[in-house]
C-alpha cells in the first residue's frame, strides 16, 4: 500500500486507542486538532508504531510537531511512503 486514506487511519486510531464518546470519526475531522478527537501524544504514538510496523516505514519524530491534525498527519505519512515507493 502506498497511501494512508482516512478511512484506514480512523480504523488505526479505534484499534490502538479507541474512539472518545462524543467524538465522530466517521465526521468531518480532518481539520480538527488530536485533542479535539480525544487524542493525547501517547495514543498518537501507539498509532505511528501501528503504521510504522503496517507499511513499512520510519517516521521522522521531529514531524510529530506539524502533524497535529489528521490531515497534516495523512500528509507526513503518505510523503514517507510516495518517497519509498518504486518510480
Not at 486507542?17 to 486538532?33: F, I, K, S, W
Not at 495514543?43 to 510504522?52: H, K, S
Amino acid at each position: 500500500m502506498n497511501r494512508l486514506e482516512l478511512s484506514s487511519l480512523t480504523r488505526i486510531l479505534r484499534e490502538c486507542a479507541g474512539e472518545e464518546e462524543g467524538v465522530d470519526l466517521d465526521g468531518d475531522v480532518l481539520d480538527q486538532y488530536w485533542f479535539e478527537l480525544g487524542y493525547d501524544s501517547l495514543a498518537v504514538l501507539q498509532t505511528t508504531g501501528y503504521i510504522e510496523r503496517e507499511f513499512g516505514i520510519v517516521l521522522d519524530g521531529e514531524d510529530f510537531d506539524e502533524a497535529d491534525t489528521p490531515r497534516r498527519y495523512l500528509d507526513m505519512v503518505n510523503r514517507v511512503l510516495s518517497e519509498r515507493a518504486p518510480v
